[in-house]
């Protein structure tokens, strides 16, 4: 379960534009846009990709970079000597505020 740190709601730092709940466990997440562009490498179909986005994942402000679409997210979860490691998350319920 991820909720955004409290400061998000509040109005000091970043709003909550959206929620959605990953479909293999069932957890549910909410998500901000970033305040910078981070871009994937040029593995992903040979242009870059954007993640314009911060799904909040943990109570303590951790959060995870990704693209948040319709029904997948794509989230950057780790770095490796190639570049980004991208997992494609199957979405539900998906609202935006």
Not at 28 to 52: C, D, I, W
Not at 66 to 85: L, N, P, Q, R, S
Request: hydrophobic share 35%.
């Amino acid at each position: 379960m991820g909720y955004a740190p409290f400061n998000t709601q509040t109005g000091v730092g970043e709003p909550i534009i959206g929620y959605f709940n990953e479909c293999e466990h069932g957890q549910f997440f909410e998500y901000s846009t970033q305040e910078y562009l981070v871009l994937a490498p040029l593995a992903h179909g040979g242009k870059n990709m954007r993640f314009p986005h911060k799904i909040w994942v943990g109570s303590l402000g951790e959060y995870r970079t990704a693209k948040v679409m319709k029904t997948c997210a794509h989230v950057i979860v780790d770095e490796t000597e190639f570049g980004w490691a991208v997992e494609k998350w199957n979405i539900k319920k998906h609202r935006k505020l």
